[in-house]
C-alpha cells in the first residue's frame, strides 16, 4: 500500500519530520535502520524526500521503531478521532484482530519439500532445522541475516534466504479478502500474527494479503513476542484503543484464541480447510 499523499505533506516535509523525530528521539540513521529493518539507502532517500510515495507500511516501521504514531509523522490530527464510523456488535465486539498463516493465507509447508530440493537437504532436516529457529526469528531475537545463516550451514550450501521460498508457497484463502473488507466497512481491523520480519508489508505489495487500510498491524517480530504469550496481547490491547472485552481475535491456533479468551477478548476458530463455514461463523458474530 502506497501513501497518497495528495492532502497531507509533501514527500520533503516528510522527510524533514522524520529526521527531526529521530534527532530527537536520539539516535542515528544507522540505528534507526536497525530498529525498523530498513536499509539505509531507503532511509536516507525518505529523509531526503527522495521518494515519492512512499509505503505506509515503511513509515509505520518508522514510526513504530521511535515510539510515535503514524498520524504524527503524516502530519494528520487526531483529536476528532478516526473518520470511518465505527460499530459495536451485539456481543460488544468493535475492534477485530485477524491471524495471517491458518487464516488469511494457508501455511507454507511446500516450502519445505522446494528447500529440501533446491539444497540437497533432508526434508526432516529442513523442516526440524526451521522450526527450532522459527519463534526466535518470529520474535525479533534472531535476525533474518542470521537465520539464513544457520540455514545454509545446516543444509551444507553457501547462502540460503527462507523468505522467497515463504513466498512462494503461501497460498492466499480467496475467500477472505471479501470478509475483510466487509469487515473494515464496519468494525476498526486490524493483523495480528506470528511472523518473520519485513514479511507483512511483502505479503501485502505483493498481493498475498488484501491492501487496505489497517488499523493496527501487530507484527510479532517487532512486538519482541508471540502468540500465546501474554505480551503481544497488551500491545494489542493498547493499539487497539479500545476496551479488552470490545476486541475479537480470528485465529486457527487454539493455544493462542485461550490466550486471548482469558483475557476477556472474544474468540473465534478458523477452519482454513472450511473457509465458508468460518466466515459465516465471524458474520453471524459481527452481527449490529
Not at 212 to 222: A, G, L, T
Request: proline content about 5%; glycine content about 6%.
Amino acid at each position: 500500500m502506497w501513501l497518497d499523499m495528495s492532502g497531507l505533506i509533501d514527500e520533503k516535509s516528510l522527510g524533514l519530520i522524520i529526521g527531526d523525530a529521530r534527532r530527537k528521539a536520539g539516535v542515528t540513521q544507522q540505528q534507526l535502520c536497525q530498529k525498523s529493518g530498513l536499509s539505509y539507502s531507503t532511509l536516507a532517500k525518505i529523509e531526503r524526500g527522495a521518494i515519492k510515495s512512499p509505503s505506509v507500511f515503511t513509515i509505520q516501521q518508522i514510526a513504530e521503531a521511535l515510539r510515535t504514531s503514524l498520524d504524527a509523522l503524516l502530519g494528520i490530527d487526531t483529536s476528532q478521532g478516526s473518520k470511518r464510523p465505527k460499530k459495536r456488535s451485539k456481543s460488544g465486539v468493535e475492534f477485530v484482530y485477524f491471524d495471517i498463516n491458518g487464516c488469511l493465507v494457508r501455511f507454507f509447508h511446500r516450502a519445505f519439500a522446494a528447500a529440501a530440493h533446491d539444497t540437497g537437504a533432508s526434508p526432516d532436516l529442513v523442516e526440524s532445522t526451521f522450526w527450532h529457529y522459527n519463534d526466535a526469528v518470529c520474535r525479533g531475537e534472531l535476525p533474518m541475516e542470521e537465520f539464513n545463516a544457520i540455514l545454509a550451514r545446516q543444509f551444507k550450501v553457501k547462502t540460503f534466504d527462507w523468505k522467497p521460498y515463504y513466498m512462494e508457497a503461501v497460498d492466499p484463502i480467496k475467500e477472505m479478502p471479501s470478509l475483510l473488507k466487509w469487515a473494515q466497512e464496519h468494525y476498526r481491523i486490524g493483523l495480528l500474527s506470528n511472523i518473520m520480519p519485513t514479511f507483512i508489508p511483502t505479503m501485502i505489495e505483493n498481493g498475498i494479503l488484501p491492501n487496505i487500510d489497517y488499523d493496527q498491524i501487530i507484527d510479532s517480530s517487532e512486538a519482541k513476542a508471540i502468540k500465546p504469550e501474554p505480551e503481544i496481547y497488551a500491545l494489542a490491547t493498547d493499539k487497539s484503543a479500545v476496551e479488552q472485552e470490545a476486541i475479537m481475535l480470528i485465529d486457527d491456533s487454539r493455544a493462542n484464541l485461550m490466550a486471548a479468551s482469558k483475557l476477556g477478548w472474544h474468540v473465534l476458530w478458523f477452519d482454513d480447510y472450511n473457509p465458508e463455514e468460518s466466515i459465516s461463523k465471524i458474520k453471524s458474530a459481527l452481527e449490529f
